[in-house]
């Protein structure tokens, strides 16, 4: 029998005030990279002191939140967008693209080392390995949410998304009679969010920041972060629900999460390349 995904998506309520289960993934996320960072930066990576590593995870956060946002609204939600310009406020209720928030992180992270007269890659090589635990905790804010959801399985691990249009509208207390009576097995899902925390946090997170340990080439932590992300993002939207205002694009299968991984997979493939021409730093850098 599949699993009923019932988790209530707020997690304390305080009067008119509420606290969303994925506002706290992202504090988490927030929390983990800036615990692991500041970790690196005694470690004397980037050779950076508390503050100026602050002040990065700063620049880092603002570009997550507004790339991630913004990316989401144009490529996913810009009609919703013209018909309600306030809906780009609404972050507490999901909608936030990892596309746009790595542009936005790179932009951000460009600002910053600029200023600090800081090689670009350098910082970005540092910055990494801080990223997947916030991925991780990011799907797992997806699934409590009970949002992009994979699609229908006969697997013993389904899971049955109230929130799924098929079902939407049914009350609590009878999508549990239906549960129990078995009435809900055909509308089990993937837990596609769990597949991504699974790949895109955790193994890449240890195949990333176990790289950067040692001393590494410039561009060569980087790209494999790129390179991972892309190849964990493309297979995971094999078996992911399209984005219903999107559908497929092309072939019956290939969606705007794989269009978008691609640049990320050529990205990681070309700067591996690169970082066989570079010298390892007597001291980490990444």
């Known amino acids: 029998m599949p699993i009923l995904n019932l988790i209530d998506p707020i997690a304390l309520s305080l009067g008119p005030v509420q606290v969303h289960w994925y506002g706290l993934m992202y504090l988490l996320g927030f929390g983990s990279a800036y615990w692991l960072g500041l970790r690196r930066a005694r470690e004397g990576r980037l050779g950076l002191d508390a503050e100026q590593f602050s002040d990065l995870m700063f620049y880092a956060m603002l570009g997550v939140i507004l790339g991630g946002r913004l990316g989401y609204m144009l490529v996913y939600g810009w009609r919703e967008w013209i018909d309600d310009p306030l809906a780009l406020l609404r972050v507490w209720q999901g909608g936030m693209s990892f596309h746009g928030g790595l542009v936005g992180v790179m932009l951000a992270v460009w600002l910053w080392a600029r200023r600090r007269r800081i090689a670009l890659w350098d910082a970005l090589d540092f ?31 389904g899971v049955v998304f ?7 509208g049914i009350g609590r207390e009878a999508l549990l009679a239906m ?28 195949l990333v920041y176990g790289a950067s340990r040692r001393p590494r080439p410039r561009y060569l932590v980087s790209g494999l972060f790129a390179l ?10 094999f078996v992911r629900e399209p984005d219903a205002q999107l559908g497929y694009l092309a072939f019956g299968w290939l969606t705007m999460g794989q269009v978008l991984s691609l640049p990320l997979v050529a990205l990681g493939i070309t700067l591996l390349w690169l970082s066989r021409r570079q010298p390892a730093p007597a001291v980490a850098a990444s």
């Open 228 to 237: 991972g992300y892309g190849l964990s993002r493309f297979a995971i939207e």
């Open 127 to 157: 910055v990494s390995p801080l990223v997947p635990p916030g991925l991780a905790f990011g799907r797992l804010g997806n699934y409590i949410g009970g949002e992009l959801w994979g699609r229908h399985t006969d697997l013993p691990w």
């Open 162 to 168: 109230p929130r799924a249009p098929e079902l939407e």
């Open 179 to 206: 549960h129990k009576a078995g009435e809900l097995n055909a509308f089990a899902r993937h837990p596609s969010q769990l597949y991504e925390a699974l790949l895109e946090g955790v193994l890449l997170f240890a």
